[in-house]
């Protein structure tokens, strides 16, 4: 996740707000999930998209490579004498 120290919601000056339409069943799981961790809704549900938000911004900015093509990045890196002594997988 991001490397930032996130603090938890409850503690925060709120001046935003967010909404969405969600439907009964969708509200009941939430409302569920937020009892079972002895949390407000408006806790669980914040908390729970802050975390997705940053994984998602964390997932974006990563470049993740196979071995193959990890190898194939530092022959071209090293240039073409690199990639003539090396060989193709």
């Given at each position: ?13 709120r ?10 069943s969708?509200?009941a799981l939430i409302?569920?999930?937020?009892a ?14 802050q975390?997705?938000?940053a994984k ?6 990563r470049?993740?490579?196979?071995v ?16 003539a ?5």
């Amino acid at each position: 996740m991001a490397d930032s120290v996130v603090k938890p919601v409850s503690t925060r000056m709120r001046a935003e707000r967010l909404e969405a339409r969600i439907t009964v069943s969708q509200k009941a799981l939430i409302e569920h999930a937020a009892a079972l961790q002895g949390r407000s809704v408006t806790d669980f549900v914040l908390s729970s998209v802050q975390e997705a938000a940053a994984k998602a911004i964390d997932e974006h900015q990563r470049l993740t490579l196979s071995v193959r093509d990890g190898r194939n990045f530092v022959r071209a890196l090293l240039g073409p004498k690199a990639r003539a002594a090396g060989h193709e997988d």
